[in-house]
């Protein structure tokens, strides 16, 4: 009895080890040291040597970031060829779209080299290598300095280890901290700048499911689009030119076509952009209370605006596609993650965390002194109050409410230039902002944007402590008592930055008198100085929280010295392993770890905006039409979820499996788990990823872009 009870209890644990989520974004270059055999006891084939190296090429050389880490991409093919999501993508697909070429609707693929499109801007940007920094960093600190001592001591260090770095030609040095700055990293960067769009799915596919399946499994999303890196002709990044080439990266990912079945390892290289994982309770409520919930109120108002300016013709919809996309992304998810972050009792586990914290901190005289007061004064800092809460409001409800007030901010060093008599400074200055009123207006819609000002600056009155309201308001109340709508309209009636032309016949003979007596520009005026009060009364409320988030993260190590600790995301390149697997999201209900195209079918709803469907699609259906990327199930799979710990800016990451191979690329992760930024949920987070052989499918099957297909390196 008591040996077969143990002989259960191994079995169990063997199971729990390899069915256990495992969290963590990992530092590539820390895998060989952290993680590799727990890799391997999972499924891993690959050396710690074949995933990051510095001697010879390895898969982070196939991982770059795209703009800036707004989003990941993976090396495809010799030629430079570039996957990541079609949410990645979005806002190209949506700029080279129009009424004519409504490449949303009807996706877009490169038949040649020739046809692709570029995209002023864009960027790719490669590791070249990371090394851990910090005891240069720190080597001028002591553990009695204050604050801004050791803050200018590392400034000072770290401009020297980036002066010193001496990185490989093209490149650029970057130092980051880590754990709240208790780490510091190099980081040698490589960026190319001629990035062009070859291919896209159609938004019924690329975006299927829209914004009701945003953020939720099942999922029957094609969500990938493809660029290509080029670069001068001898290998070095460029500008946009005719004469650049296919860029020749220094290794490229093989896609499996053998797909993924329940249990099997899989690893996620990317970009993973924020997460907050040792913050602590009162922060969490702050995240709630003012954060999350300022967040749905102000962009409920605004989404409900652009939603139905978007129904009144296609080229509307066209216009406000991708700034409807991006504003409704992060207003489900404060949603989500409210809901997460109560019903899975996130501040109550972080008391528990804190409790113990306190406990251990108070056990000997030396920690009491260094770690005593530290959550004390993170959680006074947060208590919610009414700065914090103006302060949310003035960027979701005013200054990145509305478009105008960014836009005529845009003027701003024009304004400076005519307060002064230097002609070449003004004529700079203007001509500036003429290069960019096309690419502007073309997806703005005046009236739209009037009925956002109108309805957002009531919210703000509505909503913020008197202390904190704009000048400007007072005026509103006096002269249109009160009325918003009826303020906005003169506005949009009066104001150069509402029309193009306007515009244009103001920057042929700009005067400062024009932009002094500017409703708009007076307003976003009236809006900054505000913002100024409420950053100065914030930094009174806030203090200086920073030592003790350093002290509070250096404590939390110190008091769990076996186990091994990963720093929060922040944009740099990170690693995370699991398996696939799917879950239970409530009582009595388990989803599968995959989705097939039959699951698309039967979401199809013909003219729908989220699920809409191409005719074409449907047949391939129904002739089962597909080809090498079946499954051995006989079925083409669609999605699939595995427990990899992303966040956001992993869209576009490549899912690897154990042998090194492409099998999906990451694109969301799952409502029942949206608090997962603040605390991984081991039973519950799942990286959604959209399988690699529905890629291939849609591309050769459905588009018939088999050109492309043949440029990538297939294995069976
Ligand atoms: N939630 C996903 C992300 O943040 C996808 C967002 C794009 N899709 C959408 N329906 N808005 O990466």
């Not at 993976?74 to 949506?94: A, K, M, P, R, V």
């Not at 797909?259 to 390892?265: E, R």
């Not at 770690?371 to 302060?391: M, Q, R």
């Not at 699951?599 to 039409?625: C, H, S």
Request: charged share 25%; proline share 3%.
């Amino acid at each position: 009895m008591k040996n077969s009870l143990l002989a259960l209890f191994v079995i169990f644990s063997v199971i729990n080890f390899n069915a256990k989520a495992d969290e963590g974004m990992w530092l590539p270059s820390l895998v060989g040291k952290l993680n590799i055999q727990k890799m391997s006891s999972i499924g891993c084939k690959l050396t710690a040597e074949q995933i990051y190296s510095i001697n010879h090429s390895s898969l982070k050389d196939a991982v770059v970031a795209l703009d800036h880490g707004s989003c990941t991409a993976e090396l495809i093919s010799e030629d430079g060829l570039l996957l990541t999501n079609h949410h990645c993508g979005f806002g190209e697909i949506q700029e080279h779209s129009s009424v004519e070429h409504d490449y949303l609707r009807d996706g877009f693929w490169a038949m040649k080299h020739e046809d692709e499109l570029p995209n002023p801007g864009k960027t790719v940007t490669f590791l070249i290598r990371m090394e851990d920094v910090t005891e240069q960093a720190l080597k001028e600190v002591t553990d009695d300095m204050d604050d801004q001592t050791r803050s200018s001591k590392i400034r000072e260090a770290v401009a020297k280890i980036e002066k010193e770095a001496k990185p490989e030609a093209d490149c650029e040095v970057r130092v980051r901290s880590l754990f709240e700055s208790n780490k510091y990293f190099l980081f040698v960067l490589q960026s190319f700048k001629d990035i062009r769009l070859v291919g896209t799915p159609p938004q019924s596919i690329g975006k299927f499911g829209g914004e009701t399946d945003n953020w939720m499994w099942p999922r029957h999303t094609g969500d990938f689009s493809m660029f290509r890196v080029y670069c001068a002709p001898d290998g070095k990044p460029a500008e946009y030119s005719k004469n650049n080439v296919p860029f020749h990266p220094k290794y490229f990912l093989p896609i499996s076509l053998k797909g993924v079945t329940k249990n099997d390892f899989t690893m996620v290289m990317g970009y993973p952009g924020t997460t907050t994982r040792y913050r602590t309770s009162n922060e969490v409520k702050n995240t709630m209370d003012v954060v999350n919930d300022v967040r749905i109120v102000a962009r409920e108002a605004k989404l409900g605006i652009i939603k139905e300016f978007m129904a009144t013709s296609q080229k509307a919809r066209i216009q406000y596609a991708s700034k409807f996309a991006r504003s409704s992304n992060y207003y489900k998810y404060s949603i989500g993650q409210n809901k997460g972050l109560s019903d899975l009792d996130v501040i109550g586990r972080k008391q528990g965390i804190e409790k113990n914290f306190l406990k251990w901190a108070n056990e000997t005289p030396e920690r009491k002194a260094k770690y005593g007061s530290v959550l004390d004064s993170i959680n006074a800092a947060f208590e919610t109050s009414v700065d914090k809460i103006a302060d949310e409001y003035m960027k979701e409800a005013l200054l990145h409410g509305a478009e105008i007030f960014s836009f005529s901010a845009k003027s701003a060093s024009l304004y400076a230039a005519l307060k002064g008599t230097d002609k070449e400074k003004i004529s700079t200055a203007a001509e500036a902002l003429r290069g960019s009123l096309g690419e502007y207006f073309k997806d703005y819609d005046a009236g739209t944007d009037m009925k956002i000002v109108g309805k957002l600056f009531k919210i703000y009155a509505d909503k913020v402590s008197p202390r904190y309201i704009p000048g400007i308001f007072q005026e509103i109340k006096s002269k249109y008592k009160g009325d918003f709508d009826a303020y906005a309209k003169r506005m949009f009636e009066k104001t150069i930055f509402a029309d193009q032309g306007r515009m244009e016949s103001f920057l042929n003979k700009p005067s400062i008198k024009v932009l002094d007596k500017d409703m708009a520009f007076v307003a976003m005026r009236s809006l900054y100085e505000m913002q100024y009060v409420i950053l100065h009364d914030l930094g009174k409320t806030k203090g200086n929280i920073d030592k003790a988030r350093r002290l509070f993260v250096a404590g939390l190590i110190e008091m769990n010295k076996d186990k091994s600790y990963y720093p929060d995301a922040n944009s740099t390149m990170r690693l995370t392993y699991g398996i696939v697997d799917g879950y239970e999201p409530k009582d009595a209900t388990y989803y599968d770890y995959f989705t097939t195209l039959k699951g698309y079918t039967e979401k199809g709803i013909k003219g729908d905006v989220d699920f809409d469907f191409p005719q074409r699609v449907v047949d391939l259906y129904n002739t089962k039409d597909y080809g090498q990327y079946a499954d051995r199930d006989g079925t083409l799979h669609t999605c699939f979820t595995s427990n990899n710990d992303i966040t956001g800016g992993n869209s576009g990451s490549p899912v690897i499996n154990g042998d090194g191979e492409l099998v999906g690329i990451a694109f969301d992760g799952n409502w029942e788990a949206m608090s997962g930024d603040i605390a991984f949920e081991s039973r519950l987070q799942k990286c959604i990823c959209v399988d690699i052989r529905f890629v291939l499918w849609t591309i050769d099957k459905y588009a018939g872009a088999g050109n492309l297909i043949k440029e990538m390196k297939l294995a069976r």
